[in-house]
Every structure is written in C-alpha cells, then in structure tokens.
C-alpha cells in the first residue's frame, strides 16, 4: 500500500516531513511485514517486522541509527491498519480491535463505530457514513494527547472519508 502526502507550500519549508509512505502487508495473515518512508523520493527510514522473533527492526538511513522493538504475534502499521478497517466487517456499536506501530511504539487501538450521518460529497451526492471514534491506549494507559473522529461510507468496503486528528501540536483535517 502506498500514500502520498500534499503539504502546504509554506509548510513544506518549514517542516521536512515525509511526503510518501510505502507498507508492505501480508495479505493472509493480515500483518505488516516493511514500512518505509520517503521524503521526495528519498528513502529516509524502513521497519522490518519478523514475527518468528517477535521484533521491529527500524533503520533511519539519514542519521544511520537503528531500534529494535518488540511486538505482539500480530501488528499493523498506520496504513495498513487504515487498509484493515476498510475491510473489516463491522457496524454501527462494533469496536474494532488492533495493534498499530508508529514511532517505534506499539499502540493499542480501539475503533468504536458510535454513530450513523448523512454527508453530502460532491460530486458524488449524499452518502450514509459511519463516524468511528477511535481510542488509543499505550501500555495500558490512555493516550491522552491524541483524539480522532473518522467517517468511513457504510458500503462493504468502508471508504474513508474525512478524518479530524487532534493532537498537542494541533489539528489536522483529512479529506
């Protein structure tokens, strides 16, 4: 799976921010397996995951540093668990249970679908979403600085939307 990231001119400047992101998943047992990421096509940094081990082995290439973390049998990243809740079947009142790696941290998600609205999209019209509320948790304790909402469409496959990302740097709005 692969995303790339637009930024605003001014903050492009700013910030170096990695602009493409590219995840590798195991398609069976719905595991990541390589994350890397990019900064105008550069490779900056990749994890391995190698669950024989129960390790992520992170490589910053820029800096040369590396990190070996510990995971759980299974884990996703940010993309590949965004990849998972589109296709997992869920409703409204579901949770949606995974453990996300970001930052060389293992993360403890859970999705609730808590509520159904109407959202007109153009030019596609009106269309019935899901709003999930995301919960995050790190050792067991609530990630405090970090609040959510995404809308997926309430189809099979689960299109996100819109996603609103608060953190204690700011927010940043998804669409």
Do not use: C
């Not at 589109?86 to 949770?95: I, K, N, V």
């Amino acid at each position: 799976m692969e995303i790339v990231v637009k930024t605003n001119p001014v903050l492009e400047k700013l910030f170096k921010n990695n602009d493409h992101y590219v995840s590798y998943l195991d398609a069976k047992e719905l595991v990541v397996l390589r994350h890397e990421e990019y900064n105008k096509g550069v490779l900056q940094s990749a994890v391995d995951f190698d669950y024989a081990q129960h390790v992520a082995n992170y490589k910053n290439f820029i800096n040369h540093t590396e990190k070996t973390t510990p995971i759980p049998d299974k884990v996703l990243d940010v993309i590949s668990g965004g990849f998972y809740l589109r296709m997992a079947p869920w409703e409204l009142g579901d949770t949606v249970e995974m453990n996300i790696y970001a930052d060389e941290i293992i993360y403890n998600f859970i999705g609730l679908a808590r509520s159904k609205a109407v959202f007109n999209q153009p030019p596609y019209g009106k269309q019935e979403v899901y709003l999930l509320k995301p919960y995050v948790f790190h050792n067991g304790d609530p990630v405090k600085d970090l609040s959510a909402e995404a809308f997926f469409s309430t189809g099979m496959f689960k299109v996100p939307l819109r996603a609103v990302l608060n953190t204690f740097l700011g927010g940043v709005a998804v669409v």
